[in-house]
C-alpha cells in the first residue's frame, strides 16, 4: 500500500512539473511574441512609437535618449496638416512602412513652401532616411524626394543671393551719382553687377533654360 501511495504521490508531483512547465513555456511565448508587436500612434504634434515589454502583456514608447532605439524611433514632429492613426503591428518592417508612407505625403507637399515649412520637413524627412526597413520604391522615393528638396533650398540660395546682388548694384549706382572718388570703379563694377544679378534672378525663377547636350561622336567616326 505504501509503494501504491508513493506512485501517486510521484505521480502527481510529475503532473505538477508538467503543468508548471507548460505554463511557464506558454507564458515565455506570450512574452516573446509581445516583445515583437510595435503601435504607432498621433500625441499632439508628433508621432511616437511603442514596443511591447518582454512579458506577456504591455508596451512601453521609445523615448528620444532610448541608447538603442531612440535614433530610429524616437517621437518624430508631424509636419501641418498631417493626422497618423493609431496602429498596431506585430513586425518592425511593417513600422518602418507604416510611418513612411503616414508622412512622406506632407513632406512631399511642403518643399515648394516657405523656408520654415521645407526646414521642418526636412528634419521629418532626416527620421525617414534612418528607417531600415523600407521597400525598393520607398527607398527610390525618399531619393527623388531629398532631390527635390536639394534643388528647391538651391533655388532658395539663389533668389537670396539674386537679392544681395540686386542691392550691391543699386548701392553702387548711387556711388557714381554721387561722383565721388569712387564713381569709376562703381561703373566698371555696376555694369558686371547687373548682369550677375539678372542671370541670378533668372535661375531662381527657372527662366534659363537647361544647355542642350550634343552627342559625342567616337574618334574612329570621324
Known amino acids: 500500500m505504501a509503494d501504491a501511495g508513493s506512485s501517486r504521490g510521484g505521480g502527481r508531483l510529475v ?9 511557464a513555456a506558454v507564458a515565455w511565448l506570450a512574452a516573446d511574441r509581445n516583445a515583437r508587436r510595435w503601435a504607432v500612434e498621433q500625441d499632439g504634434g508628433q508621432v511616437v512609437v511603442s514596443r511591447g515589454r518582454h512579458f506577456p502583456f504591455g508596451m512601453r514608447r521609445v523615448g528620444a535618449d532610448d541608447p ?6 524616437g517621437p518624430i514632429p508631424v509636419p501641418a496638416g498631417t493626422t497618423v492613426p493609431a496602429t498596431e503591428l506585430d513586425d518592425q518592417i511593417a513600422l518602418d512602412r507604416v510611418i513612411f508612407d ?11 513652401g516657405d523656408a520654415a515649412g521645407r526646414e521642418r520637413a526636412a528634419v521629418v524627412l532626416g527620421r ?3 528607417l531600415p526597413g523600407l521597400t525598393p520604391s520607398q527607398l527610390a522615393a525618399l531619393g527623388s524626394i531629398r532631390g527635390d528638396f536639394a534643388f528647391a533650398g538651391a533655388r532658395a540660395d539663389l533668389r537670396e543671393a539674386a537679392r544681395l546682388a540686386h ?8 556711388v ?19 548682369d550677375i544679378a539678372t542671370t541670378l534672378g533668372e535661375l531662381a525663377d527657372g527662366r534659363v533654360a537647361p544647355p542642350v547636350s550634343t552627342p559625342r561622336v567616337p574618334a574612329e567616326a570621324r
Request: overall charge negative.
Open 15 to 23: 503532473l505538477w512539473v508538467l503543468v508548471v512547465g507548460l505554463g
Open 68 to 73: 538603442v532605439l531612440g535614433t530610429t524611433y
Open 102 to 112: 503616414a508622412l512622406l505625403p506632407a513632406v512631399r507637399a511642403a518643399r515648394d
Open 128 to 130: 525617414l532616411s534612418e
Open 167 to 174: 542691392d550691391a548694384w543699386r548701392k553702387l549706382q548711387l
Open 176 to 194: 557714381q551719382a554721387g561722383s565721388g572718388e569712387h564713381a569709376l570703379e562703381a561703373a566698371a563694377m555696376e555694369a558686371v553687377l547687373r
